[in-house]
């Protein structure tokens, strides 16, 4: 009977062999012992990081334990110890533990260290932001400003209305974000503030006022590229608001380059405030009918109508 397992050739009776192929990727299984794995020996210069933080355990256990001793002591010397701010004497600042125990420690004495004065710091971080506002052109007596701190009661009730009227168009022009809004009133009545409150609101823009529009286009005379480049920054740039706009502009050669800023604003979308203390039949005027005629409609006006606060408080004197 023939062996199934096996099969005849010429040269005799072969037996079938089956193998596994070997795993190359497996770990190589290290042989165990009583105490468990064999100990590997490393090659030469590598260190066995795990002995070495076994060897430094104690040594590192006992300057933790150290370490708060020294923080409590120093906590027992610190009581009485105080220091006020040298610009604002109300003010006591605060213990910077971390730092005191640190330098202390490093020192093997007492190092006292103290924080910052908080009001020093408001102050420094407001001056902070008025330098950017200042660098967009917003004056320094309204770098204040803001939409939340405009003032719009009055103790004349048509005047509160008026106000509150004023704050509400320039709030929704915002979040028109284009087109053209024109506050109209005397000096005094705020009409910078809220200006420079659009500006402060949106992040970015340009603050000018027309007489400085003019000095500084007078600059790029008989420089092209200048007067280009000073054309396009007042063209792009996403809020312009031009204070105080006078008649002054009528017959100088501002003229055509203002014409050319706002109707390029106005054909991008590009949101423009303009304050004057001109009526609104003069301010059309003054911006040409060219313009007017262009923009059309898409404009708001407000009306400052309430009195002067510099006038009120020359008269209160």
Not at 207 to 213: R, V
Request: charged content about 30%.
């Amino acid at each position: 009977m023939k062996n199934p397992k096996s099969h005849q050739t010429k040269k005799g009776t072969m037996t079938k062999k089956t193998s596994k192929p070997e795993n190359t990727l497996l770990p190589p299984i290290v042989p165990e012992t009583k105490h468990g794995h064999e100990e590997v020996t490393l090659p030469e210069g590598v260190i066995d990081l795990g002995a070495a933080m076994r060897a430094a355990l104690p040594q590192l256990e006992k300057m933790a334990s150290d370490f708060t001793i020294h923080c409590q002591n120093i906590r027992k010397q610190m009581e009485g110890i105080t220091e006020t701010c040298l610009d604002h004497e109300e003010v006591n600042l605060a213990v910077d533990w971390e730092q005191t125990f640190g330098r202390s420690w490093q020192e093997n004495k007492l190092v006292p260290i103290f924080g910052k004065c908080p009001k020093c710091e408001l102050e420094r971080s407001k001056s902070i932001v008025n330098d950017k506002w200042i660098k967009m052109g917003i004056p320094k007596k309204v770098s204040h400003a803001t939409m939340e701190n405009f003032v719009v009661v009055d103790s004349v009730p048509e005047f509160a209305k008026a106000r509150t009227v004023a704050h509400e168009k320039m709030r929704r022009q915002l979040l028109k974000d284009k087109g053209f809004i024109i506050l109209i009133g005397e000096f005094g009545t705020g009409k910078s503030h809220l200006g420079a409150a659009a500006i402060r609101y949106k992040g970015k823009g340009i603050f000018i006022t027309m007489a400085n529009l003019i000095a500084q286009l007078r600059l790029t005379y008989g420089e092209e590229g200048e007067r280009e480049d000073f054309a396009e920054r007042f063209q792009n740039t996403p809020l312009l608001v031009i204070d105080e706009l006078s008649t002054e502009v009528r017959g100088t050669d501002i003229a055509p380059l203002l014409y050319r800023i706002l109707a390029h604003r106005h054909d991008c979308g590009l949101l423009t405030v303009i304050t004057t203390n001109e009526e609104l039949d003069v301010v059309k005027e003054i911006l040409g009918g060219r313009l007017v005629d262009r923009v059309g409609e898409d404009y708001v006006v407000a009306n400052f109508i309430w009195k002067s606060a510099r006038k009120a408080t020359h008269e209160n004197h």
